[in-house]
Structure formats: C-alpha cells, structure tokens
C-alpha cells in the first residue's frame, strides 16, 4: 500500500511552502523506505519551484539531499536492512540499461535518470523530494551513510559532495597541485574542503576578501579578491586547476588566463545566460574547460566514505518545516554559510494545513 507523510509542499512557484499530506508510492520488492532525518536545501530546489529551470509539476515536494535510517525493505533487497543509516541524492531510478548505467555514470543515462524529484517516476507518479518524513527509493539508489558523519552533515553531501567531489577526481587533483575554488557559497565550501584533503594547494577566488578567514578555516592556503585592479595579470598562468562553483556571469577568458598550459576549468555552477568564449583562450596552452554533473552512484559512495575519513561534512545552520520560505530568501542573497538543512523532526509538531 502507498504510504502517507507529511511533507513541505508548493502549489505554485509563488505560494508559501505549506505542510501536507502527501503518497508515497507503494514500495516494491526491490525499495527501501527510509525515515528521513535531514533534508538540505540546494539552490536547484529554489531554481526548479521558483519555475525557473522550466515549468514544474505542482503541487511539488522538492529536495535532493536526503538522509535518514532505512524503517523497510522489499523482499528483495539484499544490500540494506532496517536500521541501516542511508542518504539519498538527485536520483532515484535509471535505465540500468545503457553504456552510461553500466559504467555507472547513472547521471548520464542515455534513457534519462529519474530525478529526486518533479519527474516521471517508474509507477507514473511524479517524484517528491526529501523535504518529507519518509521517501521510497530504488536499493540501487541509496548510499551508506559512515558511522563517522552525522545525518545533518551528511546530507548536503548528496549533492554538493558529490558535485565537486567528481570533477576533482575525474582531473586526479593530488598533493602539490595549485587548484582556485571560485565561489565560496554551498558548493565551493565543499569544494575547498575535498581539494585540500587531497592534498592539493587550495585558493579561493572571491570578490572580495571578506570570507578569507573562514576560507582558511575550511583548508584554504589563501584568498584572492577578484576585484581588484590587475587581478587577472597579476594571476596569470598559476593554476593547475580552476573548480568554477558560481552561477553568474564571469569574464570566461580571463579566467582561462589564470591557468597553467594544459590546466583545466571545470565547471558545477550554471548561469542562467550563455558565456561569452574565444578558443583562443583555449588553444594557447592547449587548456580544457570542461563540465561536471553530481556522480554516478558507486562514485558517490567513494565521496561519502572519503569525507568521513578525512572529518569532512558540510558547515550547516539547522532550520525547521516552518523556517523554509525564510532560507530560501536567504540562500539567494547569499546570507547562508553554507548550507541551510530542514530538521525533519519538526514536521512532529505541525499541523497539516488545507
């Protein structure tokens, strides 16, 4: 049988989160239902209820970092058990199918992934996110959570872990490499962090200096302020690798002029208007810019066992059910440091409204 929940849900891009009542579908042999615990909030929450990632299905649930301890399994899964402590990211099914699925690059599925969220779902159902008291999900899709992480940490690793762990991995950031974070927000404090457990010398670029000490906290070596006069000549050529984490306009060649020859630019923040480039700045020193979406699921495991090994989590500020209008306004201005995530147990206490 669909299972019932409370969860924060939209009507509208304009309307206040509400609390209601909504279903789960019923699980399958192959689910696992998990009590969620954490929820974050990601920036591509506020995009995609705010319309503008496209029009969305509403009423919808939103929320892709999800953690939690498995309360069921169907009859055939073999990989958890009830007590098990799990997290769940931006997908929730793939075609299990294609060149992608196989190599595990699930995010790639040639078929489309099923999205955490405001998708199609296997029953036809569209998926609700983790802002919810319980989800079910695909075994194939959950993640061990480490003993060593705390469920409000770990969740925002979901996402903003795995997306800045990937590309880091993908270009094999090691010990003595000089890497830019650019952004200090949700994604690149993570960032800052993975890179320098790597072992990698690791500076922010900001426009300002006005987070250079808690840069330096997260592991940062220096903060650079992009603003100021010469800063793009007087940085020229430094950089083994640029992790680009913001989604605004920047002056793309400039940027690619603060790389090394054959130094990479990989790009996990989306702007909403096209960048200006010329492949000049790309043929001279044969540099690559590349892009990086989330991870595949085993990768996703490895990000989520490295953090706990090294002592790495997100810097979060905890919010409850009725606070979330008032973080999303936040995170768009900027004023959350770093992640904002939803304390699931206060859904206990509110009422569903009609």
Same mark, same amino acid.
């Given at each position: 049988?669909?299972?019932?929940?409370?969860?924060?849900?939209? +009507?509208? =891009?304009?309307?206040? *989160?509400?609390?209601?009542?909504?279903?789960?579908?019923? !699980?399958?042999?192959?689910?696992?239902?998990?009590?969620?615990?954490?929820?974050? #909030?990601?920036?591509?929450? #506020? /995009? +995609?209820?705010?319309?503008?990632?496209?029009?969305?299905?509403? =009423?919808?649930?939103?929320?892709?970092? &999800?953690?939690?301890?498995?309360?069921?399994?169907?009859?055939?899964?073999?990989? *958890?058990?009830?007590?098990?402590?799990?997290?769940?990211?931006?997908?929730?099914?793939?075609?299990?199918?294609?060149?992608?699925?196989?190599?595990?690059?699930?995010?790639?599925?040639? %078929?489309?992934?099923?999205?955490?969220?405001?998708?199609?779902?296997?029953?036809?159902?569209? +998926?609700?996110?983790?802002?919810?008291?319980?989800?079910?999900?695909?075994?194939?899709?959950?993640?061990?959570?480490?003993?060593?992480?705390?469920?409000?940490?770990?969740? =925002?690793? @979901?996402?903003?872990?795995? +997306?800045?762990?990937?590309?880091?991995?993908?270009?094999?950031?090691?010990?003595?490499?000089?890497?830019?974070?650019? $952004?200090?927000?949700?994604?690149?404090?993570?960032?800052?962090?993975?890179?320098?457990?790597?072992?990698?010398?690791?500076?922010? @670029?900001?426009?300002?200096?006005?987070?250079?000490?808690?840069?330096?906290?997260?592991?940062?070596? %220096?903060?650079?302020?992009?603003?100021?006069?010469? *800063?793009?000549?007087?940085?020229?050529?430094?950089?083994?690798?640029?992790?680009?984490?913001?989604?605004?306009?920047?002056?793309?060649?400039?940027?690619?002029?603060?790389?090394?020859? /054959?130094?990479?630019?990989?790009?996990?923040?989306? !702007?909403?208007?096209?960048?200006?480039? /010329?492949?000049?700045?790309?043929?001279?020193?044969?540099?690559?810019?590349?892009?990086?979406? &989330? $991870?595949?699921?085993?990768?996703?495991?490895?990000?989520?066992?490295?953090?706990?090994?090294?002592?790495?989590?997100?810097?979060?500020?905890?919010?409850?059910? /009725?606070?979330?209008?008032?973080?999303?306004?936040?995170?768009?201005?900027?004023?959350?440091? *770093?992640?904002?995530?939803?304390?699931?147990?206060?859904?206990?206490?509110?009422?569903?409204?009609?």
């Amino acid at each position: 049988m669909p299972i019932t929940v409370k969860a924060l849900q939209k +009507t509208g =891009p304009d309307q206040p *989160f509400r609390v209601a009542q909504i279903e789960r579908r019923d !699980p399958r042999a192959d689910d696992v239902v998990i009590d969620i615990k954490a929820a974050g #909030i990601c920036h591509s929450d #506020i /995009h +995609t209820i705010r319309n503008e990632w496209g029009e969305a299905h509403f =009423p919808l649930t939103v929320g892709h970092e &999800i953690a939690g301890i498995v309360e069921a399994v169907g009859s055939d899964v073999t990989d *958890f058990k009830v007590g098990d402590r799990v997290g769940v990211g931006c997908m929730v099914n793939s075609c299990g199918e294609c060149e992608q699925c196989r190599a595990g690059q699930e995010q790639n599925c040639l %078929r489309g992934n099923i999205g955490t969220y405001n998708v199609e779902d296997v029953d036809g159902s569209i +998926t609700q996110g983790g802002y919810s008291e319980k989800v079910v999900v695909n075994q194939g899709f959950v993640l061990r959570i480490p003993e060593a992480l705390d469920f409000d940490v770990a969740a =925002p690793l @979901l996402c903003a872990g795995i +997306t800045t762990y990937a590309p880091l991995a993908t270009w094999k950031v090691s010990e003595g490499q000089k890497v830019a974070v650019l $952004g200090l927000g949700g994604l690149g404090h993570m960032g800052v962090q993975i890179a320098a457990a790597k072992g990698a010398e690791v500076t922010v @670029l900001s426009r300002s200096l006005k987070k250079e000490e808690v840069a330096k906290e997260l592991g940062a070596s %220096r903060v650079l302020a992009t603003a100021e006069d010469g *800063f793009f000549e007087e940085h020229r050529g430094e950089f083994d690798l640029i992790l680009n984490t913001i989604s605004a306009d920047i002056p793309v060649d400039s940027y690619l002029g603060l790389l090394k020859p /054959h130094g990479v630019m990989t790009v996990v923040g989306l !702007p909403p208007a096209a960048q200006p480039l /010329h492949f000049g700045s790309l043929i001279l020193g044969g540099k690559v810019l590349a892009g990086s979406n &989330i $991870g595949g699921i085993a990768e996703t495991q490895e990000m989520l066992d490295f953090c706990a090994e090294h002592g790495l989590g997100a810097k979060i500020e905890k919010v409850g059910v /009725h606070e979330v209008d008032e973080a999303y306004e936040r995170v768009v201005a900027g004023e959350v440091h *770093f992640r904002c995530v939803i304390d699931t147990s206060t859904f206990d206490d509110a009422e569903v409204e009609a």
